[in-house]
């Protein structure tokens, strides 16, 4: 889109992954885990990011997609730095997306993407193996 012109993204198409998860359903996911990891309440956390109690509620339950100022300051409250939350949303999206590959042999395979990367055990290919092989 080199024309400077923004356009809308088309709705979910029959070739779409049905149920993508929005990304302020995982942040708040996120942020709600590390809470309770930690023992703390919501009026606690609350508090100290210097949001209000309902607010940071919404946000931990998807129903309010925080700015970036908000969001820095939860993260404080909770001694988590940004890439500490950014990984935690990477390992729930790998984890939850499965794709679905139908071949030849009318087979049904499911891949799960974000596993090993290369060098980690896995030979380049392997994976394509694996669903060739179902």
Known sequence: ??????????????????????????VGAALRRARLRQGRTLRDVADR?????????EIER???EP??????????ALGLHLVDLVGALHTDLTSATTVTVSVTTRATATATWGGPRRGAGRRDG???GVLLAA
């Open 1 to 26: 889109m080199g024309d400077g012109v923004l356009r809308a993204v088309p709705g979910p198409g029959p070739g779409d992954r049905p149920g993508e998860p929005l990304m302020r359903d995982l």
């Open 49 to 57: 990011a210097q949001v209000s109690l309902p607010y940071l509620s």
């Open 62 to 64: 998807g129903r309010k």
């Open 67 to 76: 700015s970036s100022e908000v969001l820095a300051a939860v993260c404080r």
């Open 126 to 128: 392997q994976a394509m």
